[in-house]
């Protein structure tokens, strides 16, 4: 069995940790993110969700934790919007907010 070295005895760990910070800082650097959906003006703004919040849409499964994945700490603000609504006006802002932020209005939920 051929030895094995640890990986920090490698000088080259201390580059690669360096490269592997500029590549996330040009990640986020180059990439470029939708406008804010502004839903009611002063009052609700859906902002670019984070990749957490996009986990939280994907396997939701009610419309109280789409809600809360879209909207974050303005849930409140949306719930009394949306809460007492038809379901198709929610299902409506859902197709628009994929459209808007990732380009098809079909995905998501």
Do not use: C
């Amino acid at each position: 069995m051929a030895a094995r070295k640890a990986v920090s005895d490698d000088v080259d760990v201390v580059k690669a940790a360096e490269d592997a910070q500029n590549l996330f800082a040009q990640l986020v650097a180059e990439v470029r993110v939708p406008e804010p959906l502004v839903v009611v003006p002063d009052k609700l703004v859906a902002q670019f969700p984070p990749a957490r919040r996009v986990n939280q849409l994907l396997t939701a499964v009610t419309v109280d934790a789409q809600m809360r994945a879209v909207f974050g700490d303005d849930y409140e603000v949306a719930e009394g919007l949306f809460g007492e609504q038809p379901i198709e006006v929610w299902n409506k802002f859902m197709e628009v907010y994929n459209k808007h932020m990732f380009g098809d209005g079909d995905s998501g939920k």
